[in-house]
């Protein structure tokens, strides 16, 4: 099959190179002397060829025996290397174990270090509050107190319970013991500028203003912080609207509640249920005769302490006005069984909350007398007699036999207003 093809390529090639014209077979020298030429050159390169090939594979042979050579030298080294790291690994895994315990040891003894060092600084806080207390070194009482707080506000969200609750007991048996001592002698001092002003003009000493605004200071700065601010006991839900007084206008206010408690409770001649306007009108006058001082003489201090949010006049205004509302909150529900009473109760709250706002701008956010008159049942009575009261008004302006004449002559007045409107517009 092979050399059929072969005959058939040498004969398809002869006919391309003499085609049909008989005088170009001269050609045929020329074709055998070139395809000897051919075959020759391809016997030659063959030749050489095969005299090269033994050495180049033994060359190749000699490559690839010295990369195996080299690989399983690497591999052996490998081998060596992994085994090497595999027990510097299992030897590692002890040390690793026991580093880690003494981590661990280091860390427990760091914080237990910590743990010792706030119990130091507490005691040590509360060694130097005793002997500045011993020393009357007053100043720095309430330096060491806040300090005393600050640790309380670093261990505040603390998981040592133990540690935290020995620091807030620390903070309280010192504010209380501090509060105690300040509030005695802030008492003298109000006694000295004669306070309160009961109707009576007097110009304080130099000497006790100070003081008065030094103790302030002092007791705006023994505040408990927020966190360990007791739960107010409250008597009535009226009173949860009341936010505490700082310290120094709740001690302004104390010898005015004990007055009032004395002249406006039990069986005093000044306690009258007929008479609510006398001790409506007492507040007012307490809050008259004594703005002006708190104005000038608390306010500095509270802005001095940054507590600019604070206003003294209006603490001092809510403090008495709690005193209002703690006495109407008592007195209505015995009240409301009597109508006239309960009436004229009611337009006094209403204008004593009007002069409170108009006079003295008490801020319609604060808590006030109208939430004594809102609660349900009084509120509910209330409706009732307004009702009761404006029908009774409307019956006697309309039975009147001249209450549909017009006012005037009607020459004067075209709209021909009659006596009854202006009444019945006036009760709307």
Known sequence: MEDTDLKQNVVYKLNLEFGKDIKSIEKSHDLYKKLQEEKNSIEKSLSLASSEVPSKVSAAVK???????????LIDKFDALSSAVGNQ????????????????????LERTLAYLQCIKTIEDISKSLESSLAEKDDLKCVELYVSLCSQNKVLQHSKCQHLVSFVSDT??????????????????????????????????????????????????KLQLPEDLLPQPVVTSTLLTDFAPLCLPISLLIRPLRKRFLFHFYGTRQTNRPDKPEWFFTQILTWIRDHEKFVSQWVQPVLNMNNMHPISAKLEMMRGLVQLAVEKLHSELPHLKYDDTLFSHTVDETLGFHHELRESFGY???????????????????????????????????????????????????ELRVTECALPTAAVL
Not at 89 to 108: F, H, M, P, R, V
């Open 171 to 220: 903070v309280h048996f010192w504010h209380n013991l501090l509060k105690q001592k300040f509030s005695t002698e802030f008492e003298a001092v109000l006694k000295a500028i004669k306070w309160p002003f009961l109707n009576v003009v007097a110009t304080p000493p130099p000497d006790a203003l100070h003081r008065f605004q030094l103790f302030t200071e002092f007791l705006l």
């Open 63 to 73: 490559g690839v025996e010295d990369t195996s050579l080299e690989i399983n030298r």
């Open 363 to 413: 801020p319609s956010s604060q808590p006030s007398v109208i939430g004594v008159l809102t609660q349900a049942q009084i509120f509910v009575k209330w409706i009732h007699m307004e009702k009761k009261y404006a029908r009774e008004k409307m019956d006697a302006i309309l039975s009147s036999d001249t209450a549909w004449l017009p006012l005037g002559t009607p020459e004067l007045d």
């Open 89 to 108: 690994l299992t030897n590692s895994e002890g040390i690793a174990i026991q580093l880690q315990e003494y981590i661990d040891k280091i860390d427990l």
